[in-house]
């Protein structure tokens, strides 16, 4: 099964402070995308970064910057110098089967001033 | 358009109606996808297009839920003989070029349509 899954409902990170999501997947696909995907209150998605799996280089988007490990089907999300905007649910998604993106169930990220 | 647009942005039908969905992509975007999502869940697929050829409808709960997408530009969701469980946001995305074929690829949503079955 393609799956996606972020085990992490929910996550908390001081103002400033450095935090990490996780998202692990399966496929079979040697050849495939990787996305996190924010959605705040307004319930609009907003990709913050992608990664294509034939790349060994881990992408960065400013603050955002990914941990890719293909051999762990791993792909989590860290986000540096955290601000109160960046309080939002997180998704994880991946172009896991042909052209089909699938997203993980999501984690809800706190930012503490 | 300058982003996908859904319309309508909310919809309240009694069980048993019929709903029609909207989604007008980017223009010249190739692929469009069409989503349910439930609040505090993630994007549940349902099926895709490029350009008008219905490419996977794996995700349509049963029958009563159906997809087209005729001149290859705008969609419509049509779900028959509503029921309460599917009521939920129905997003759309659209993408330039199909996922695969393009470095850049990545899907734009719109707003959503909130749709509650009473």
């Known amino acids: 099964a393609q799956t996606v899954t972020q085990s992490q409902p929910e996550m908390s990170v001081q103002e400033a402070e450095t935090v990490t999501l996780s998202c692990t997947y399966d496929t079979s696909e040697s050849d495939y995308y990787l996305f996190w995907y924010k959605q705040p209150p307004s319930r609009q998605m907003i990709l913050v970064i992608r990664?294509?799996?034939?790349?060994?280089q881990n992408a960065t988007e400013n603050r955002f910057s990914v941990n890719f490990q293909k051999a762990a089907k791993s792909f989590s999300l860290k986000i540096s110098d955290s601000q109160l905007g960046d309080a939002a649910m997180y998704f994880c998604?991946?172009?896991?089967?042909?052209?089909?993106?699938?997203f993980g169930a999501g984690t809800i990220l706190r930012v503490k001033s | 358009g300058a982003g996908v647009s859904q319309s309508p942005r909310y919809k309240v039908t009694k069980r048993g109606q019929d709903v029609a969905l909207r989604c007008d992509p980017i223009s010249g975007h190739v692929s469009l996808y069409w989503y349910r999502q439930a609040l505090g869940q993630g994007p549940e697929f349902l099926t895709y297009f490029n350009y008008e050829a219905q490419q996977d409808k794996s995700g349509l709960p049963n029958d009563r839920f159906s997809a087209e997408r005729p001149e290859g530009s705008i969609s419509t969701l049509t779900i028959q003989r509503t029921e309460q469980r599917d009521s939920a946001m129905y997003r759309c995305?659209?993408?330039?070029?199909?996922f695969g074929t393009g470095r850049n690829t990545e899907a734009f949503f719109g707003q959503g349509t909130r749709l509650t079955v009473v």
């Open positions: 998604a991946g172009t896991l089967y042909g052209n089909k993106l699938v």
């Open positions: 995305a659209s993408s330039l070029s199909p």
């Open positions: 990664q294509e799996a034939y790349k060994q």
